[in-house]
């Protein structure tokens, strides 16, 4: 396995497999996905054994969900074949997927809050008896049944909104189990229990491999990666870089697979000297979402977040710009403690948040151009109670020129923007308040390429001119090459603070990740 | 691109107008016109109080009530003192009316309570105050003062004081959604709460503003309602929140919010006096006027729904992106 930054035949890919004796039961030939701009996934040769979990794991946007999408029909393939049993298969949607065997437990649990659990069971192959009535004395039957084989102890009729979540996750495995599901996908199942349930899980995952069944296990965590898969395969940038024996590998071999790639895109990093300190947090904690956090942010300095999706950076940005309290702990800007209790507050004292979903929490698409890049500064052009339209057009003009938007015209509506020129009146919007720290959540996500370059080189100006800057990315790269500074967060908590001088990947994503091991390798 | 909808609307009604007057040219006389205009002119001022609160995302089901409750209360004062002097009496409906106006906004705002189901709650409860109020009987045109009863009738260049009264409301409205900070953040709070939260703009407040100005100017027209009519009872426009509503939405008012212009709201309400005194001119029976006013609401929306499904697509390519 040292085939870092290539793909791996799907020869190469299946070797370690062929030690299992019985013909896979899911292969995938080739699938790709692309959406605009983005390749999600490139050629996936996948092949999943009865009686075997196969660990799936990647850096965030590697392509696991989309692949799991296309697994249980929410998205259709470009290219490629999927063969069932050997026969090759189309599925038409969810419910195709589902009938043919192919069941999915989603992170968050897609299932209705206010139905039963046998109604969640069974909802869309509901058992019908005569006259087309449903019979829910068989349902519940069956429920029972399927219950005590995974031994679990779950009334029929509650209603999911009273069950704890690793409850839930049991009613999906459930309602697999009831169309006798040949493939059990788990995408990250164990993301929100609490240690007790994950060792249930576990149980529950090791008695599906015993009755057969194919297990696509989707998670971050090495620990438990390496105690229940059999198989791995690793996706980096849409494309499957290793696969083999759970046993024969190291994770710091995952590690490597996982961020080993070339680097495709030279990043405009501007050195700027350090200035003094700006802004600081000093022990911010919340009761569910993060804790201790600390960090001082310096003038002309782009500070990463990194860390896993989940992992409380998103939280933290929340807090700093007042949109979530937290419980504990005191921001400073200038060294004098500020309160920042609702996003207004931010504004004023000039800290400003780009957030992550720019067309959610970013931009009014039914205003015009020039309405949303005021939308925050209304102070500045009010004069005696009224809007100074001629003040706000020239703002509006002002910062729609320096970031080169491309538009009919400023009157022209937001949603009727390309999605690059919409981040661009999100970014403007905010430089119109003339900020002192700018909070940039996962700021080229789901751009395409000329944009992000654009994107990066403006934060180089940003810094140049005295900005402070925080920006959260999932991307290694792009985290690699903009900070000066990284702070890596695991489960809420900060994991590491790396300087740019000695960063490397494989540091980060193991601190990332909660693998000392890896990081002494 | 809204202006260019709202013209076109305006053309419409031209073209109906101009269509009724071929077939009764006494339709088309000014003295005809203008009293067409002076009768919407309540539909219309209530019309401009509820795009504001639709704006915002939310609904007003009480104006109607509002409008019961307020006439009521202001007849009653004004046959027990009729010494008050009428400037009074009006400011008095709108303080009125603003305070029940402020009630639905306080339980949108900082109780949480959806507004379908806050005003659909008060609507019962100002007609029920209204028929406490009253008694259960009218107050009727002999109990009032004559200058109480003159103030619609009344005429300056011309034109009767209902329709100087609509014609102010409009320019204050026009003024205040497109050159007030409040009147941005209506758009702002419907057209997208979350980034208006991230903007600095309190949505739960802003909604509130709306509720007030609603109430404010429904109470005005509680006043105008009981003197035009010279009678106050709890029956008062009883099922005119309906119409209210409509004509917003003929005029292009979005019901998911952030979407709308004085404009449209007018031209709505306009469509529906048209619609109501065209009728009977050109011998149709005004049983069809309700087919018609609902034929043009579901118009209405489809031409909008085509609108907004085109950036709903585009928000989709975006998602899928990401």
């Known amino acids: 396995m040292t085939k870092i930054g290539t793909s791996l035949s799907a020869r190469e890919m299946s070797e370690p497999m062929a030690a299992t004796e019985s013909p896979p039961v899911l292969e995938t030939i080739g699938i790709s996905k692309a959406f605009p701009g983005v390749k999600a996934l490139e050629a996936i040769d996948l092949k999943l054994y009865p009686g075997v979990v196969t660990a799936l794991v990647g850096e965030n946007g590697a392509g696991k969900s989309t692949l799991v999408k296309i697994l249980t029909g929410v998205y259709a393939p470009d290219a490629g074949r999927i063969l069932l049993n050997g026969t090759e298969i189309v599925i038409r949607d969810a419910q195709a997927a589902f009938h043919q065997g192919i069941t999915a437990t989603h992170q968050e649990t897609v299932l209705f809050d206010d139905l039963t659990v046998t109604e969640n069971i069974f909802i869309g192959h509901q058992i019908t008896g005569r006259f087309g009535m449903l019979d829910w004395k068989a349902m519940r039957a069956r429920v029972k049944t399927i219950l005590a084989e995974l031994e679990v102890e779950l009334d029929p009729d509650m ?358 091991a890896a990081e002494a390798a | 691109m809204r202006w260019n909808r709202d013209l076109l609307f305006a053309a419409i009604v031209i073209v109906i107008v101009a269509g009724v007057g071929l077939i009764r040219p006494s339709f088309v006389w000014p003295r005809n016109l203008i009293g067409l205009f002076n009768d919407t002119s309540i539909l219309m001022m209530l019309a401009l109080a509820q795009t504001a609160v639709i704006l915002t995302k939310c609904i007003d089901l009480s104006v109607a009530a509002n409008i019961a409750l307020t006439g009521v209360l202001v007849s009653i004062v004004n046959a027990a003192h009729p010494e008050l002097p009428i400037p009074l009496l009006m400011l008095l409906a709108a303080g009125i009316g603003l305070l029940l106006g402020a009630f639905n906004g306080a339980m949108v705002w900082l109780v949480g309570i959806p507004s379908i189901v806050v005003t659909l709650g008060t609507l019962s409860i100002y007609r ?59 758009y702002a709070a419907g057209g997208n709460p979350t980034a208006a939260v991230y903007s600095g703009i309190n949505v739960g407040r802003t909604q509130f503003i709306a509720f007030c100005t609603a109430g404010a100017v429904a109470g005005f027209c509680g006043y105008l309602w009981a003197s035009r009519f010279s009678i106050a009872n709890v029956d008062m426009a009883s099922g005119f929140e309906l119409d209210v509503i409509a004509s917003c939405v003929i005029g292009g008012v979005s019901i998911s919010g952030g979407i709308g212009t004085v404009a449209g709201a007018v031209l709505g309400a306009i469509f529906f006096g048209v619609v109501r005194n065209a009728l009977p001119v050109i011998y149709v029976s005004p049983f069809w006027q309700l087919a018609i006013s609902g034929v043009a609401i579901l118009g209405a929306v489809i031409i909008n729904a085509g609108r907004e499904r085109q950036t709903g697509r585009l928000i989709l390519k975006e998602a899928a992106a990401s």
């Open chain 2, 128 to 186: 029920g105050l209204a028929f406490r109020a009253s008694g259960g009987t009218s107050i009727v045109g002999h109990q009032m003062s004559p200058a109480f009863i003159a103030v619609p009738r009344a005429e300056l260049l011309g034109l009767p004081m209902m329709s100087w009264f609509a014609m102010l409301l409009i320019a204050v409205f026009a003024f205040m959604l497109r050159g007030t900070r409040t009147g941005r953040a209506f």
């Open chain 1, 159 to 516: 209603r999911l909104r009273d069950l704890a979540i690793a409850q839930k996750h049991l009613v999906a495995i459930a309602r697999a189990l009831s169309v006798d599901a040949k493939i059990v996908i788990m995408d990250e199942p164990t993301a929100a229990l609490s240690y007790k349930e994950v060792e249930e899980l576990y149980t529950i995952v090791a008695k599906l491999k015993r009755e057969g069944k194919a297990i696509l296990f989707i998670s971050h965590k090495f620990e438990e990666i390496f105690r229940i898969a059999d198989t791995y395969v690793v996706f980096r940038d849409g494309r499957a870089v290793g696969a083999g024996v759970v046993s024969e590998v190291t994770p710091a071999k995952l590690i490597a697979l996982m961020v080993g790639r070339t680097v495709d895109h030279v990043f405009p990093k501007v050195q700027v000297p350090r200035g003094e300190s700006v802004f600081a947090a000093e022990g911010l904690s919340h009761p569910t979402e993060f804790a201790d956090i600390s960090f001082n942010l310096h003038r002309g300095e782009i500070l990463g977040f990194y860390g896993l999706v989940g992992s409380g950076r998103t939280e933290v940005m929340h807090a700093l710009f007042g949109i979530t309290a937290p419980s504990t702990g005191v921001l400073k800007l200038d060294g004098k403690p500020i309160r920042v209790s609702r996003p207004a507050d931010a504004v004023a004292a000039g800290i400003v948040y780009v957030p992550e979903e720019r067309q959610r929490q970013g931009v009014v698409l039914a205003l015009p151009v020039f309405q949303n890049i005021t939308l925050p500064s209304l102070d500045r052009i009010t004069r005696g109670g009224f809007l100074d339209l001629a003040r706000e057009f020239d703002l509006a003009r002002r910062y729609a020129g320096r970031l080169d938007l491309r538009a009919a015209s400023l009157s022209q509506e937001v949603g009727t923007l390309s999605g690059g020129n919409q981040q661009k009146v999100v970014i403007g919007k905010w430089l119109a308040t003339e900020p002192r720290v700018i909070i940039l959540d996962e700021p080229t996500k789901g751009i395409d390429v000329g944009s992000k370059a654009a994107v990066h080189a403006f934060m180089g100006e940003l810094v140049a001119q005295g900005l402070a800057v925080i920006m959260v990315s999932s991307e290694l790269p792009e985290i690699l090459g903009m900070s000066d500074r990284v702070i890596v967060m695991r489960e809420g908590r900060i994991a590491g603070v790396f300087e740019r001088a000695g960063l490397t990947a494989e540091s980060l994503v193991a601190a990332a990740t909660g693998n000392v």
